[in-house]
């Protein structure tokens, strides 16, 4: 019998069962059961490199909702320097090693989460996720991911059970790449289309050429997608991809190209203004919804018109964070509710 703990480090790792009693787990909390002490004394603690609104915020409430208690720690605002890579002499800024860091927070908590974001200099190490599988080799109790290089479950739970709660059918579903100031990680992207992809929507990513997302997270939605009913397409003409969407799902994201280049990378992501998201987009679309995860640069992302109409979830989208985050907990915490 397997001790190892059970963790959620990407959401290529839940198989349908999963998937489904995470968010079924989900809708239920959501309601008076989401404010029980399920977890009444069991302790979770968090390590941010990264800054967050939503994700610290939400697993807080949810373990006080929950009856449990939570430690949130940040790298550079009283946490020890962290370095992760396996066989380095530190000797420089780093002053403690994840090895023993996640192992004693380990022996301190009942489950760990992390926020590790890309590093956007190499796309190999990037898909190696390695911050994150440090962190979980070095701990006995399961760790979570808060976003890391790859993915963003949280994120795609939240978005599925979103799109099921204002959709709650097999449609087409378009995650959609947008302009920026600056390239960003693709794990939101990634995590969005293995989401709807489990789903077994229509998923279409559509992005200009040089924005390809990895071809490895691509393959595995395509098999999600194929199990669940569903299909996987990726396009350069996005008007094409937006008629009939029942869902607007917008992102920005660096061209892998441009790596280690922040000028060019930069002037990759500012090259395409005309596919910001605006009204005229989405009237090409099936009366569709808009998404994004947050925060938005308004004007560069997406126009006032489309964030500000009756067509935009972010709110509720955000908002479904907290509920998805108790089921994990739960899940993460051996309890069933
Ligand atoms: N979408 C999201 O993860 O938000 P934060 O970065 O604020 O946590």
Same mark, same amino acid.
């Given at each position: ?37 399920? #977890? ?12 967050? #609104? ?48 996640? @192992?004693? #927070? ?14 956007? *200099?190499?796309?190999? @190490? ?7 599988? +440090?962190?979980?080799?070095? %701990? %006995? ?10 993915? =963003? ?21 378009? $995650? ?9 990680? *693709? ?36 098999? *999600?997608? &194929? ?13 094409? +991809? #937006?008629?009939? @969407?029942?869902? $607007?799902?917008?992102? %920005?994201?660096? +061209? ?23 009204? &005229? ?10 998404? =994004? ?16 109409? @009756? ?20 899940? &993460?915490?051996? $309890?069933?509710?």
């Amino acid at each position: 019998m397997s001790t190892s703990p059970s963790h959620l480090l990407s959401l290529r790792d839940l198989d349908r069962p999963a998937w489904n009693a995470l968010l079924e787990q989900a809708e239920r909390l959501s309601g008076p059961a989401g404010r029980q002490p399920l #977890l009444a004394g069991k302790r979770f603690g968090s390590v941010f490199f990264n800054p967050s #609104l939503r994700t610290r915020t939400a697993f807080d409430i949810a373990a006080l909702d929950l009856g449990a208690h939570a430690v949130t720690l940040n790298v550079g605002g009283g946490l020890w320097s962290l370095e992760y890579r396996d066989g380095v002499v530190m000797d420089g800024a780093h002053a403690e090693h994840v090895k023993e860091g996640f @192992a004693v #927070l380990a022996r301190m908590v009942d489950a760990l989460g992390l926020r590790a974001f890309a590093g956007m *200099l190499d796309a190999r @190490a990037d898909a190696r996720d390695e911050v994150l599988h +440090a962190a979980a080799r070095a %701990s %006995s109790v399961p760790v979570l991911s808060l976003e890391s290089a790859m993915d =963003h479950p949280h994120q795609g739970l939240a978005d599925a059970l979103t799109v099921r709660r204002r959709v709650g059918e097999r449609s087409k579903v378009v $995650v959609t790449w947008a302009p920026h100031i600056k390239p960003l990680p *693709l794990a939101v992207p990634h995590a969005g289309t293995l989401a709807f992809a489990h789903e077994g929507h229509d998923v279409v990513v559509a992005h200009p050429a040089g924005f390809e997302l990895d071809e490895g997270v691509l393959a595995a939605a395509r098999g *999600l997608a &194929a199990a669940a009913g569903g299909s996987l397409a990726v396009t350069h003409d996005r008007a094409a +991809a #937006l008629e009939g @969407a029942r869902v $607007v799902y917008a992102k %920005s994201w660096g +061209a892998r190209a441009h790596y280690g280049d922040p000028a060019a990378g930069a002037a990759a992501v500012q090259a395409h203004p005309d596919w910001t998201v605006d009204g &005229a987009a989405m009237a090409r679309t099936d009366g569709g919804i808009f998404m =994004h995860c947050l925060p938005v640069r308004r004007g560069v992302v997406v126009a006032d018109e489309v964030l500000d109409s @009756a067509a935009s979830v972010v709110i509720d989208q955000a908002a479904a964070r907290l509920d998805v985050q108790k089921a994990t907990l739960c899940r &993460a915490m051996g $309890v069933t509710a």
